[in-house]
C-alpha cells in the first residue's frame, strides 16, 4: 500500500463521527467500561449497539446488526466472541463500514487456527476496504475529538494534549495513559496496536506525524515490525519538528524469551536500534518515567534555538545536584553575564558572585518576589533559552505556601521563551495542583530534577538535530548494480570505482612478473595467490608477507605456488597477487552485515584489539551520510588515536568519514543478495587512506574470499 | 575525641527528654513551626519558652533565661540573634544544660566575624562539655522519640520507621523527608547537620550505626570533612549489617563553584569518592528518588542470602521491562524449575513455558486468585529471595479494584522471604494507599521498576558484600618505617622488601664493570645513570636501551657518562645501572597519590594507551586488600587483555593483585610526607612479574627519581 492511502485509511479509522458497539449488552464489562468512557469524555455523534437480541444497552438504540442500523456507521467496535467474527465481520462490510477495533483474541496470539482466522480477517478487510485496528488490541482514544473507542478508563477531567502514544501492549497503554494523567499530561491520540494485522507502530507513527493535533509522538515497542515506513516516518518528523520518543524494550536476552511468550514478536539487535534511533533523530528513552517527562517537556518547549538552560532554586542542594546531573546529561548551563550578575547580586545580596543554577536562597521565603525580579534577570540572558525555577507544585493538602509560586507565575508572564516550574521530585500534578497552575499562570511544572534534566539533555540534542536539517540520507541515490565481485580483487577493483582508495594491486603471471613488479614497488610486498576457488588463503599457504629483494620475491612466488598446488590441486590459479606491504599508521575495520529487521548495517571501528577486545565499534543503518560517520568515528573509546595520539599523524577525519560512507554506498550498490562486506584493515596514516582487503559474502553462498593479509 | 566519647555526646544531642525553646515567641515563624511539630509528634517531655520578656508561648511556661527555669533540661533549641549568642550561650551553660541545637545564622558561612564567633562557640562548648548542633542549621527529629528539635514541618500521620537521613542542607533534609513521607518511608532520625561546628555528617554516620532505631542511613553530602571516621563507620556498619546510602553531590566542575558559593565545601575528586563507596561498601545513589526507594527496600528485605529475584505482572510490557532492566542492573531473575513451571501453567493455561518475570495475563483479572497460588509457586523457588508482584497501590480515588491486592496479600501472608508490592511507576502512597496495605496485609510497596530494579541491583550487591565478610583492610598493620627512598634504585630496593619482585639491577662503577655485568646476563640490557642530582634521566642523555655485546655495552657506557657530566656537570654521580631488557608481555602503571581529603589513594591500569587515550585505571584508598587489587584488575575496561588476549600468557591475577597490594603497603609504610609513589612500568609476562621502574616524590621536594627505563 502506497504511504498516502495508508494515512487515508487511518484518518478515517481515527477519526470518526459515528460508532457501533458490536457485542454491547449492560452485562458486559467491556461493554460497560466503553460507556464510561463516551460518558466521560462526551463524545457527541451517534452511538449504536449491535446485539443478538437488538437491544437497547446503556441507552444507544439497539439493532441485531449492523446493517439493521440503517445509517451510515463511521467505525465499529468490535468486541465479539472469536467463532462470531465472521459473520459480524461480513455483516460490518455489508452495512457499508470500512473502519473496525476488534478487541475479541483467540487469533495469531493463540494458535493456527487463531493465526487462519486474522488471515481472512485482513483478506476480507482488504477487498472489502475496511481498515482494522487489532485484533487482540484494547483500541484506542482520541481525546481530540472525544472518541474513546478503548475500554480503557479515561479519568477525569480529560486532560487534552497534544502528546500522542502508540503501544503494542494493551495493558501497557492504560499505565502509560494513566500515568501521563497522574503527571498532568494531556494526550492528543493513544493507541494499542495489538496483533497489528493491518495497523502497526510504524504506520501510527507515520499517521502522527501529519496529525494536527499531535506534536510529539510517545512509542512503546517490543518490536518496530516495518522498519522501512519507520524509517521514512521518523525522516519525516524531523522535517515536521515532531519528536518521537521511544521506550523500546526487548535488550536483554531473556527478554526476548519474554517478548516470545507474550506476543510472539521479534526482537531485533539492540544495538542496531540504539544506532537506528540515533540515526533517526528519535529520542530513545528507558522507563515510563522518563519517556513521559520528555515527551511532555518537549511538547511544551519545542525545538530549542539556544540550547542553555537557567536555574533557579531555594535549594543550595538542589542547585548543587542540578549541576551535578547537567553535566552528566549534557545540559548547557551558561554562566551569567556581568549585567546579570550585578542584576542578581542587587536583588539578592547573599550572592557575591552569581552561578547558574542560582541558590535564591532563604530571603525568597521571606520575600516571594525576589523569584521574579531573579527570574528577569536570567532570563535576560541571550545564552539561555530555557527557564527553570525549582519549586514544589502542592500536591496535597500538606502544603499551602503559594506566594513564591504567584512571583515566579508573574515572572514567566513577562517571558518570550519556554520556561517552566520544575518539581524537585517526581510527583503527581493533581487537580489542586491545576489549580494553583492555573491561578498563578505558570504555564507547566515538570519533575524531578532526575527526569527533568535527563529530558533536557534529549531537548539539546533533538533540537540541534532538528535545526541544522543534517541530512540523515546522501543526497546521490545509491544506483543498483549487476556486479558481483568475488575474488578479493575483484572487491576491492569495485570499490575503488566507489572512490575507496584501494592498495596499488597488480597480479604476477610468472616469477618473473613477480619480481619485476615488486622491484619497481621498491618497498616491502605482500605476496598471495590469486584464485578464485580458494577463500582461505592463508590455509593453502597462499600468502607471503613482507618480501624484499629479487631473491626473495622470486623464492616467495615458488612458494606460494608450490604450496597452493599441492595443498588444493583442483583449484583455478590467475597468478599471484602483488602489492606494497602498508607499515605504521592506524588499521579501521569497516564492517557492513545483512541485519533481518532494518537491512544493511555498516559497523566500524579501529582494528585489533580495540574491536576484539573492547567491541570498541559504532553502528549505523545504510545509506549513511559522511557527516554521520565522522560523528561515529568522533565516538569511539580510541578516538584519541585519530587525533594523532603520541606524536603519530592525525587522521584526516572529512577524508576517512567519506571513504567510510562510500564503502557503504557500494555495499548498497550490491543489493538484497549481499550477506556481508568487509574492508578490514582499511589502513589511515595520516591523510594516506587504503582498503588493504576486501571481503563479500553473498546469501545461499559461502565465503568467497577472505582477508589475509 | 574518642569515638566512643563522640557517640555518648550524640545520644545525649540525639536523645532529649526535656527541652528548651531559647527565643521562643508567639509571633515568631520558627516558634510557631516548632511548636506544631511538637503538637504533631506528641513529643511527651516537659518543654520550656525562654524568651527576654520571660512570657508564655503556645503555652509552653515562660522563662527570661535557661537558668531561671529551675528544673534540668536536657537540650536547649536556639533561634536567638547572633548577636545574642554569647550571653545566651553562657546563660545555658549556666543552666547545667549539656547539649544544643543552633538555628542562628551568622557564622561562618557569612563572614570572618562570624567565623571567630563560631570558633568562640565552640570552645566554649568544649571547655563547658555542651554538644552543639549547628550552628546555621535546622536541627533534628528524632521520630522514634517523637522529639522534633526542628521547625522543618512534620506531616501527619508520623511515620515512624528505621531509615535515617543525614544531610548538610537543612532545606534538602527537608524536601527528602518531604518526599519519603509521600512514598510512606517511615524516618528513624533525620538531621541537618549546617555548618558541622563540632558535629558533621561523619560523626551522625558513626552514631547511627549503633543507633538501636536505625537500620539504613541515607546521606545527602556535599562533602564528607572527616574521612577518617566515615571511613571507620562504613566498616562498622558493613559488620552490623546496616546499609549507607549515599547521595553525593559535587561531581562536576561547575558544582565545585555552586557548593563554594553554598557552603564552603570543599568538593573532592569525585572518581576517588566513588572508589571509597565502592571499598567500603556504601552504595552511592545519583537522585532522590534513588535515594529513598534504596534506602527503604534495603530496610524492608535486609541482607539477601539468596539474591535472585521472582517477579509477577499482569502486563506482558511490564515483564518485559522488568527482564531488560534487571539485566541493564545485574538483578537475577533465576530461570523457574520444571516443577514450578507445571504448577504456574496450571494456575494460568495461557503460559506454555513459564519465564521469569511471570506474565499472569489478564486471566487475573478476572480471577485475582490467581495471583495467590502464582506467588506461592515462584516462592517455592530456592533461587529466589525476593518475590515482588507489580500492581499499582491506589494513591488516589480513581482505582477501586483491590481483588488482586488481597489475593497478593493472602499469599504474601504465607511466605518466609521477603516480598512487596511493586508498583509500575514512582507514585506517591497516601492514606488511602496505607488503608489498603493495611487491609490486604501487604507489608510494603516499592515503585517504579525503573527505581526498583535499581535499588534490587544495589541491595544484591551490598548483601553480597555484607555475608562475604571480606575484610576492607589487610589484616596486617603497615608498620611505618623511617625509610626515605629517593633515587630509583634506591625505591624498588625498597619496594623488593615489602615483596614486590623487581627488576635486577646491578650499579657498574667501571666501563668494565658494566661490561661483566651485561655479559653475566647475557641478554640486551638497559643502561642508565645513577645520580640523586638527576630527576630525569633521558633528559641528559643518561639512558640506552637494549644494548647487546661488550663492545656495545663499553660504547653505551662512554657516551653516558660523557653526556651526562656536559649536560649536568654538576652532578653525583654514583656509576651506571645496569638491567636485563624485558620484552613481550604487558605493562602495568601502579601509582599511589595523596588526596586531601581521602589520604593515599593506589591507582592501577594498563600502562601506555590504555591509561593515556582510555584513562582506563581502578582507585582504591590505602590500605588495599589484595582481593579488593583483583577486583578492579577484572574490572578494567582491558581486562581481556590480562586473561591472556591473543595467545598471549594469562596473567597469575592472584600473583599480581598480591603485588600490587604490597606496592599499596610499601607506600602507606613511607608515611605522610609522601606525595606519590610510581612503579611504572609493572612487566608481566604470564607469572613472572617485575616492577621495572620506581618513582617517588616526597612532600615539599620535587622529583628526584624519573621513570625512563
Redesign the interface.
Known amino acids: 500500500m502506497k504511504n498516502i492511502d495508508r494515512r487515508a485509511l487511518l484518518q478515517r479509522l481515527f477519526y470518526p463521527h459515528s460508532v457501533a458497539l458490536v457485542g454491547a449488552s449492560e452485562r458486559s464489562p467491556w461493554s460497560q467500561m466503553l460507556h464510561a468512557n463516551f460518558q466521560s469524555t462526551g463524545f457527541d455523534g451517534p452511538i449504536y449497539a449491535v446485539n443478538k437480541g437488538g437491544v437497547d444497552a446503556h441507552g444507544y438504540p439497539g439493532f441485531v446488526s449492523c446493517r439493521a442500523i440503517g445509517a451510515p456507521v463511521d467505525i465499529a467496535f468490535v468486541f465479539v466472541p472469536a467463532e462470531a467474527m465472521q459473520d459480524t465481520f461480513e455483516d460490518l462490510i455489508a452495512a457499508g463500514i470500512r473502519a473496525a477495533v476488534i478487541l475479541t483474541s483467540g487469533f495469531a496470539e493463540t494458535s493456527e487456527a487463531g493465526a487462519r482466522l486474522q488471515d481472512w480477517l485482513v483478506g476480507r478487510a482488504r477487498e472489502a476496504d475496511v481498515v482494522i485496528l487489532g485484533p487482540n488490541c484494547l483500541g484506542y482514544a482520541n481525546l481530540a475529538i472525544r472518541a474513546p473507542l478503548t475500554p480503557i478508563?479515561i479519568?477525569p477531567p480529560l486532560l487534552k494534549g497534544r502528546v500522542a502514544l502508540v503501544?503494542?501492549?494493551g495493558?501497557?497503554n492504560s499505565?502509560i495513559a494513566?500515568?501521563a494523567h497522574?503527571l498532568n499530561v494531556g494526550l492528543s491520540l493513544y493507541v494499542a496496536t495489538g496483533n497489528e494485522a493491518m495497523v502497526d507502530i510504524a504506520a501510527c507513527v507515520d499517521f502522527l506525524v501529519d496529525d494536527a493535533n499531535t506534536e510529539v509522538i510517545m512509542v512503546?515497542a517490543?518490536t518496530i515490525r516495518d522498519t522501512a515506513t519507520f524509517r521514512a516516518a521518523a525522516e519525516r518528523a524531523l522535517a515536521a519538528k515532531k519528536a518521537i520518543v521511544m521506550?523500546k524494550?526487548?535488550?536483554?536476552?531473556?527478554?526476548a524469551?519474554?517478548?516470545a511468550?507474550?506476543?510472539g514478536s521479534l526482537v531485533g539487535d539492540d544495538r542496531i536500534f540504539s544506532a537506528a534511533c540515533e540515526q533517526l533523530g528519535v529520542i530513545r528513552v528507558?522507563?515510563?518515567?522518563?519517556l513521559i517527562v520528555t515527551a511532555s517537556l518537549l511538547a511544551h518547549t519545542g525545538p530549542l534555538a539556544t540550547p542553555g538552560v537557567g536555574i533557579v532554586s531555594?535549594?543550595?542542594?538542589?542547585?548543587?545536584?542540578v549541576?551535578?546531573?547537567?553535566?552528566?546529561y549534557g545540559v548547557d548551563?551558561p554562566a551569567f553575564s556581568s549585567a546579570t550578575k550585578a542584576a542578581l547580586t542587587q536583588a539578592v545580596p547573599l550572592?557575591?558572585?552569581?552561578?547558574n543554577?542560582f541558590?535564591i536562597t532563604?530571603l525568597a521565603v521571606r520575600d516571594p518576589s525576589l523569584f521574579e525580579s531573579v527570574i528577569e534577570a536570567i532570563a535576560g540572558e541571550s545564552t539561555i533559552g530555557f527557564v527553570g525555577a525549582i519549586y514544589?507544585l502542592p500536591?496535597?493538602e500538606?502544603w499551602q505556601q503559594v506566594p513564591q509560586l504567584e512571583s515566579i507565575g508573574r515572572a514567566f508572564a513577562k517571558l518570550d521563551k519556554p520556561c517552566a516550574l520544575l518539581n524537585?521530585?517526581?510527583?503527581?500534578q493533581?487537580q489542586k495542583s491545576r489549580d494553583i497552575l492555573a491561578a498563578t499562570g505558570i504555564p507547566a511544572a515538570f519533575g524531578?530534577?532526575?527526569e527533568v534534566l535527563r529530558a533536557l539533555g534529549h531537548v539539546k540534542k533533538w533540537s540541534a538535530r532538528v535545526l541544522e536539517h543534517a541530512p540523515t540520507r546522501p543526497m546521490a541515490v545509491t544506483v543498483p548494480t549487476s556486479e558481483r565481485p568475488m575474488s578479493e580483487r575483484e572487491v576491492l577493483d569495485f570499490l575503488s570505482r566507489y572512490g575507496v582508495p584501494v592498495i596499488p594491486t597488480r597480479i604476477a603471471a610468472t616469477r618473473e612478473d613477480a619480481v619485476a613488479i615488486a622491484a619497481a614497488l621498491a618497498v616491502p610486498v605482500a605476496l598471495k595467490i590469486a584464485s578464485p576457488d580458494i577463500a582461505h588463503k592463508t590455509d593453502v599457504g597462499g600468502v607471503k608477507l613482507n618480501i624484499l629483494g629479487d631473491a626473495a620475491v622470486a623464492d616467495a612466488y615458488d612458494t606460494i605456488l608450490a604450496s597452493v598446488v599441492k595443498a588444493a590441486p583442483q583449484a583455478r590459479i590467475e597468478g599471484v597477487l602483488v602489492s606494497p606491504m602498508r607499515s605504521g599508521g592506524l588499521e579501521i575495520l569497516v564492517g557492513i552485515v545483512r541485519d533481518p529487521q532494518w537491512g544493511p548495517v555498516l559497523a566500524v571501528g579501529l582494528g585489533g584489539?580495540w574491536v576484539?577486545?573492547?567491541a570498541d565499534t559504532r553502528l549505523a543503518l545504510l545509506p549513511v551520510a559522511s557527516v554521520q560517520v565522522k560523528d561515529m568515528l568522533r565516538s569511539l573509546?580510541?578516538a584519541?588515536?585519530l587525533a594523532g595520539?603520541?606524536g603519530a599523524l592525525p587522521v584526516d577525519l572529512d577524508r576517512l568519514a567519506e571513504i567510510v560512507a562510500a564503502i557503504g554506498d557500494a555495499a548498497l550498490a550490491l543489493g538484497d543478495h549481499l550477506e556481508t562486506l568487509e574492508v578490514n584493515p582499511l589502513w589511515i596514516n595520516g591523510g594516506e587512506i587504503e582498503a588493504l582487503d576486501g571481503l563479500v559474502v553473498w546469501a545461499s553462498t559461502s565465503v568467497v574470499s577472505t582477508a589475509a593479509h
Chains 1, 2 share one sequence.
Not at 549541576?323 to 552528566?328: P, Y
Not at 524537585?424 to 503527581?428: D, E, K, M, V
Request: charged residues 25%; contains cysteine.
Open positions: 478508563p479519568h503501544s503494542q501492549s495493558a501497557t499505565e494513566d500515568m497522574d512503546f517490543e521506550l524494550v526487548g535488550s536483554s536476552a531473556l527478554t524469551q519474554v517478548a511468550a507474550h506476543t528507558y522507563s515510563v518515567e522518563e531555594i535549594s543550595g542542594g538542589a542547585c548543587t545536584l549541576a551535578d546531573r547537567a553535566e552528566v548551563l550572592a557575591s558572585d552569581p552561578i543554577p541558590d532563604g514544589s500536591w496535597n500538606k524537585q521530585f517526581l510527583r503527581p493533581t524531578g530534577i532526575e584489539i576484539e577486545a573492547l573509546r580510541a584519541k588515536l595520539f603520541r
